[in-house]
């Protein structure tokens, strides 16, 4: 796995959306290989037909890197603790899990970009604290 967790730190203030990973040539004899973006596992996935995509590929459990577990075509089995996932859908399929996020992925002549954050964040329980403000500071009704 190659880091770059110093060298997003060293840009703290101007973050990039996009941050070069690897080069189409890495993939000449591989399928997928794994990143870490802020301590966080992720991959870059290259199917038979020459395209690219990213993916999350921490487990969900406890962010092992799927990566170094056996597939059987897209499916993964973490060999920790036995968690399931469909790499391409993202879908954990026998635990009640989120799913896998993909990332932003552009090749931009040989270099192959991938965005720093996942295409879709979760909003954890911020808003359940809202919430529960709103209803305490609500005046009651006349
Ligand atoms: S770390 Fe993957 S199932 Fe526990």
Not at 47 to 58: H, K, L, R, S, V
Request: contains cysteine; hydrophobic residues 35%.
């Amino acid at each position: 796995m190659s880091s770059y967790h110093g060298m997003i730190r060293a840009m703290n203030d101007s973050l990039p959306q996009f941050i070069k990973l690897a080069k189409v040539g890495d993939f000449s004899e591989t399928r997928i290989k794994s990143f870490s973006i802020v301590a966080k596992p992720v991959a870059i996935v290259k199917d038979p037909d020459g395209t690219f995509w990213a993916t999350e590929i921490g487990c969900k459990h406890n962010n092992f890197d799927l990566t170094c577990a056996p597939f059987k075509g897209d499916e993964v089995r973490c060999p920790r603790h036995g968690w399931i996932y469909n790499i391409r859908s993202g879908e954990c399929l026998n635990q009640n899990s989120a799913p896998l996020r993909r990332h932003l992925l552009e090749v931009r002549g040989e270099d192959i970009y991938v965005s720093l954050t996942p295409e879709s964040e979760v909003v954890e329980d911020d808003d359940d604290d809202w919430a529960f403000e709103v209803q305490i500071n609500r005046k009651p009704a006349e």
